[in-house]
């Protein structure tokens, strides 16, 4: 078996061709645009919704108001007694604790039909 050893300009990579082409300076809006898409795909994607999220969320730990029932985000589902401030004090079932949780663990309201 011989060996193949390959030279030349024609297996050289194209952007490496395109680096020392010559015919003055490109635009170098051209040059960014790439780099632009890709900002602009990263925040319709990503940044848009999580402000989305995070807006609802607000909306929903701003409109708490005691005899809804609530979960929080380790899963506990009780009745809300009273908000002061930053806290919630929620009324567990079967034996009707009153748990006090930070409003932010709020996930969610709890829909009536299953209750």
């Known amino acids: 078996m011989g060996e193949f050893l390959i030279e030349g300009p024609e297996l050289m990579p194209a952007f490496l061709l395109l680096q020392n082409a010559p015919g003055g300076g490109a635009n170098p809006v051209l040059n960014f645009l790439p780099i632009i898409l890709i900002f602009g795909i990263f925040y319709f994607l990503l940044l848009r919704p999580m402000q989305k999220q995070r807006k609802e969320?607000?909306?929903?730990?701003?409109?708490?108001q005691a005899g809804q029932v609530v979960q929080t985000s380790g899963g506990v589902i009780g009745a809300i007694v009273a908000l002061t401030g930053d806290t919630v004090t929620l009324r567990v079932r079967p034996?009707?604790?009153?748990?006090?949780?930070?409003?932010?663990?709020?996930?969610?309201?709890?829909?009536?039909d299953t209750k």
């Open 57 to 64: 969320q607000q909306q929903l730990l701003s409109s708490l």
């Open 95 to 112: 034996d009707n604790v009153k748990l006090l949780f930070a409003r932010s663990a709020v996930t969610g309201i709890v829909p009536e």
